[in-house]
């Protein structure tokens, strides 16, 4: 198994080059044909009128003036311009482009079915984008049938996928990050299944989960070893700081989050990596 198809989130973001960087990487070794798609930022189901009275509308039916839609779409053509300079001394096997006039997390979404990877950028406070919103990485982890590898902000390493550290709690989430980081996990030097066990935890539950775990891995010819930890307070943190003190270049984890009306309300875990990861992270829902 191997991803073939990576699809790279191309914005405006001063943070681009980092997360194509790591995409061009990921394509590169595994020979994949990578995609870089760009976005207005405005839902398709807004570009067109929902009411009879048309005069509330533009001539062309659309309610955002045009000069609007034409700085939006200028905007996003730039991008892919940068994106395709970026990746031009990959020499990757297979490179494309594409614009697409909607919403940046249903587009987004949407186009992962076509994928097997999607890469996105860390949310940066600093820099907010305007046609994102501030949900998008955990909306595009929920609602995509593919992986998400969001890239950090600033992040500590150059490499990815060749010390991988595996959030694992014998969950459905966990198990299906597991089978899709796979690619990662084959080619990593080191693979660290980390369990973290509360004080009042059936020990007997938690024996089984992860020598089983452990056995499958075995199965694909993937060596790894245990850590586990006793916690107390955030899991999230303690994957974190997990990561860090064993040189970690990947985290693999489930992402599990309750849905609401526009996004999703995420566990306190998965929201901690997602504001304070210093580290690629894989995620799968």
């Not at 080059?17 to 839902?43: C, D, E, M, Q, Y």
């Not at 994102?132 to 929920?142: G, N, Q, R, S, T």
């Not at 970690?248 to 526009?262: N, Y």
């Amino acid at each position: 198994m191997s991803y073939k198809t990576i699809l790279v989130y191309v914005d405006d973001s001063p943070h681009l080059p980092n997360r194509v960087k790591f995409a061009a990487n990921v394509a590169a070794v595994a020979h994949a044909h990578l995609l870089g798609v760009a976005v207005t930022g405005i839902s398709r189901l807004l570009q067109a009128p929902a009411v009879s009275d048309s005069s509330q509308y533009a001539e062309n039916g659309n309610p955002y003036k045009p000069e609007y839609m034409q700085k939006l779409t200028a905007n996003a053509n730039q991008a892919l311009e940068q994106f395709q300079m970026l990746v031009s001394s990959f020499k990757l096997d297979s490179v494309e482009t594409r614009l697409i006039d909607d919403d940046a997390s249903d587009a987004i979404s949407t186009q992962g079915v076509y994928a097997d990877l999607i890469v996105l950028g860390q949310n940066d406070s600093d820099n907010p984008s305007l046609i994102a919103k501030v949900d998008f990485p955990e909306y595009v982890a929920l609602h995509s049938s593919c992986p998400v590898l969001i890239v950090p902000c600033h992040p500590i390493t150059q490499t990815i996928g060749e010390s991988v550290v595996v959030a694992w709690n014998g969950s459905l989430a966990a198990a299906r990050a597991v089978k899709n980081a796979m690619p990662f996990l084959h080619r990593a030097k080191y693979v660290r299944i980390a369990v973290f066990e509360s004080p009042t935890a059936p020990q007997q539950e938690v024996f089984v989960s992860y020598d089983d775990i452990v056995a499958k891995l075995n199965r694909h010819h993937v060596s790894v070893e245990i850590v586990r930890r006793t916690v107390t307070e955030n899991v999230g943190q303690a994957l974190l700081d997990l990561a860090l003190e064993c040189h970690c270049d990947l985290i693999v984890m489930g992402c599990a989050a309750h849905q609401r009306w526009r996004g999703v309300l995420l566990g306190g875990s998965t929201r901690v990596i997602l504001e304070n990861a210093t580290l690629p992270v894989l995620m799968s829902h």
